[in-house]
């Protein structure tokens, strides 16, 4: 039996059986919860800000030690000289979206590197200068579009065009998202996507939208905030633009932790690319001669401007590590399996209350690992109530609950738990 479609008894013993027979509930003890009444709180906050693996304070220690003995010579010395540092987790970060290692680079945070790529793959001319987008993106990525909107003098209202779900329902239609891009061919310059949105969860079908983009003749990235460490994600193959992500939601590398960012392959060798340019994405071989005119790196690493953040590469590095040990497909596995889980648990512990409505789409291929619960007046005591008791999850104005069962990290019993305090 496909382990998705496997029930589990809404019981303590099924729940605690399920534990037994999950082949990653080992990696539980990698990582650091909070403490509620001296024991584990329930976290189902993964979403918005990962819980810290115990590895990643002996490699801050490794780095601090080598900058106390090597002082400045800790660029070149040692097995992971400063110098290189963005090298050691380029591989494993193209692993996770599922790029070649010259497509991908681990570079300042995530807005700055939407607005990098956006130097780039957003070159409006007065004939195509709209821009395609979910509406209620993340605020900063409206705000990111709105201001280079703005700044290359078009009128965000004219220039984005947002697409909203249908009334009456809670999420987008890819057909609609499809229809919207070929209706606006003629105009369009860049579609820009969430991953998986923050809000309701859904996971959309990017590879149809990549698809869509590029026949319309248009550039397309993605922001894959909650879906990079989430979901299974083929960005060469999908044949994105570029993409950007976070580091400190699911992939568990600390708070302000770097972001990721992917150039596809084929813009690798084009050094005519207009970019916003730094002494790190300068050709490896002469950065040092300190000369006068910027020659980039190939593929995504010339997109870099300034030297490592060592420190927060060093957080990401153990964290990228557990993913590989895990790997993603290990993952999605029981990440199917574990949000179908809550589903079922929540749907059972609220009984014929009616307290909340679960909008993130019912098809599992449709989601990742959240659940966004709308909930009405009575949504915020719910809220406070399990806060009180030993559960993070967050809550979204105006009226949305959040929970993520991380597959890493989260256990069946802490959902069966969580059921448990709902039901009351
Ligand atoms: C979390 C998130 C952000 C946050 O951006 P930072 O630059 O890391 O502060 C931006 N966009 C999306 C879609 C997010 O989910």
Redesign the pocket.
């Known amino acids: 039996m496909p382990l998705t479609t496997m029930h589990i008894q809404n019981t303590l013993e099924a729940a605690r059986l399920a534990d037994q027979q999950d082949p990653l509930h080992a990696y539980r003890d990698q990582f650091i919860f909070p403490q509620h009444n001296s024991q584990d709180c329930l976290y189902f906050c993964g979403n918005s800000l990962g819980l810290q693996p115990k590895s990643i304070r002996p490699a801050l220690l490794h780095e601090l030690d080598h900058w106390a003995e090597h002082g400045v010579e800790g660029h070149f010395r040692g097995d992971m000289p400063w110098m290189h540092y963005h090298r050691f987790l380029t591989e494993a970060a193209a692993r996770l979206v599922g790029a070649l290692p010259e497509e991908v680079v681990v570079m300042n945070?995530?807005?700055?590197n939407?607005h990098l790529m956006m130097v780039s793959f957003y070159r409006p001319t007065a004939q195509r200068y709209k821009i395609i987008m979910e509406a209620g993106?993340?605020p900063?990525?409206q705000y990111a579009m709105e201001s280079q909107v703005r700044w290359h003098g078009f009128a965000p209202d004219d220039a984005i065009v947002e697409i909203a779900p249908r009334p009456g329902e809670d999420t987008l239609r890819t057909e609609d998202i499809l229809q919207t891009i070929e209706k606006e061919a003629d105009t369009l310059a860049l579609v820009m996507f969430?991953g998986v949105n923050?809000y309701t969860g859904q996971f959309y079908e990017l590879e149809k939208i990549a698809a869509a983009a590029r026949k319309a003749g248009a550039f397309v990235g993605f922001?894959l905030?909650?879906a990079a460490g989430n979901v299974p994600l083929q960005l060469h193959d999908w044949g994105a633009d570029f993409a950007v992500w976070?580091s400190?939601?699911y992939l568990n590398s600390g708070p302000g932790g770097p972001?990721g960012a992917f150039v596809h392959q084929r813009h690798a060798d084009n050094p005519a690319i207009p970019r916003f340019a730094g002494w790190w994405g300068h050709d490896e071989n002469e950065r040092f001669q300190m000369k006068k005119g910027f020659k980039p790196m190939r593929g995504a690493a010339g997109w870099q401007l300034s030297n490592a953040q060592i420190f927060s590469f060093a957080a990401h590095k153990a964290s990228l590590d557990i993913f590989d040990q895990a790997g993603m497909d290990a993952l999605r596995t029981k990440s199917l399996q574990l949000t179908a889980y809550l589903e079922q648990v929540l749907t059972a512990a609220q009984g014929n209350r009616a307290l909340y409505r679960i909008i993130t789409p019912a098809d599992p291929a449709a989601r990742g690992c959240q659940l966004s619960l709308l909930t009405d007046h009575r949504g915020k005591a719910l809220f406070e109530y399990l806060s009180e008791n030993g559960v993070v999850a967050d809550w979204r104005e105006p009226n949305v609950i959040r929970f993520a069962p991380v597959p890493l990290y989260s256990s069946f019993e802490d959902v069966w738990r969580l059921g448990k305090l709902i039901r009351g």
């Open positions: 945070t995530l807005t700055v939407l993106a993340f900063s990525d969430g923050y922001d905030a909650h976070c400190y939601k972001s």
